[in-house]
């Protein structure tokens, strides 16, 4: 079966740098998206990868190993409103969205 | 207006009840989604409809009925519903056809069955 794995919850420290992962086994593979969610709203995109490496938009960066059916999304200088669900999802080979159940990410000050 | 709007944002319905949840993007998306999101679950796909037809329904009880009648307009008709039922469902769009496109999501309906 199709399965996409991140952690649960995380908390870290304004100002910080986090790194969140994700796993994924599924038949095939275009690409893998990062999503943030604020509770209450709806997700927004954060970044695509479909080649191995680190993309880097700003203070947020994600990271891709195919081989390893691995990636994270780093944020870098924690801020508050950095406070959400980030969600994991992988487009299979017949371009549907397997998504993971989202790691709540808490900062503190 | 722009981006994914969905109405109502919270809806309450009893097991008897018909009610219809709504979805409109002025993007020029050519392909709408619906999905479930359930407490701490991975987003659960619903249907899709790409240039107005539908490609997929994974699965989805006969209770939930979607329509759309246009490519920027989507509706999820419900009717007799269970308990667990009850769940954020979220409208997205995006462009089919090439490269991967993001998916642009609307705020969600909140429904909670009684």
């Known amino acids: 079966g199709q399965n996409i794995d991140q952690p649960t919850e995380m908390t870290a420290t304004e100002g910080a740098i986090v790194q969140i992962n994700c796993t994924y086994q599924?038949?095939?593979?275009?690409?893998l998206f990062w999503y943030q969610q604020h509770a209450g709203e709806a997700p927004t995109f954060l970044s695509y990868?479909?080649l191995d490496g680190l993309e880097e938009k700003g203070r947020f960066s994600s990271f891709l190993s195919r081989s390893k059916g691995y990636s994270y999304l780093l944020l870098k200088e924690l801020q508050m409103k950095d406070s959400a669900s980030y969600l994991c999802?992988?487009?299979?080979?017949?371009?549907?969205?397997?998504w993971g159940a989202g790691t709540k990410l808490i900062i503190k000050p | 207006e722009t981006g994914v709007t969905q109405t109502p944002r919270h809806l309450v319905m009893g097991m008897t009840n018909k009610k219809s949840l709504k979805c409109e993007q002025h993007?020029?998306?050519?392909?709408m989604y619906w999905y479930k999101q359930s407490a701490k679950k991975p987003l659960e796909l619903m249907f899709v409809?790409?240039?107005?037809?539908?490609?997929e329904n994974n699965s989805v009880p006969s209770r939930f009925s979607p329509e759309c009648p246009n490519s920027s307009h989507l509706f999820l008709h419900l009717h007799t519903l269970q308990p667990e039922d009850s769940a954020l469902y979220l409208c997205?769009?995006?462009?089919?056809?090439?490269?991967?496109?993001?998916?642009?999501f609307g705020p969600g309906t909140r429904l909670t069955v009684t």
């Open positions: 997205a769009s995006n462009l089919q056809g090439g490269e991967p496109h993001e998916q642009y």
């Open positions: 993007l020029g998306h050519n392909a």
């Open positions: 409809y790409n240039f107005k037809e539908q490609t």
């Open positions: 599924t038949s095939g593979f275009n690409g």
């Open positions: 990868n479909v």
């Open positions: 999802a992988v487009m299979d080979s017949n371009y549907q969205l397997i």
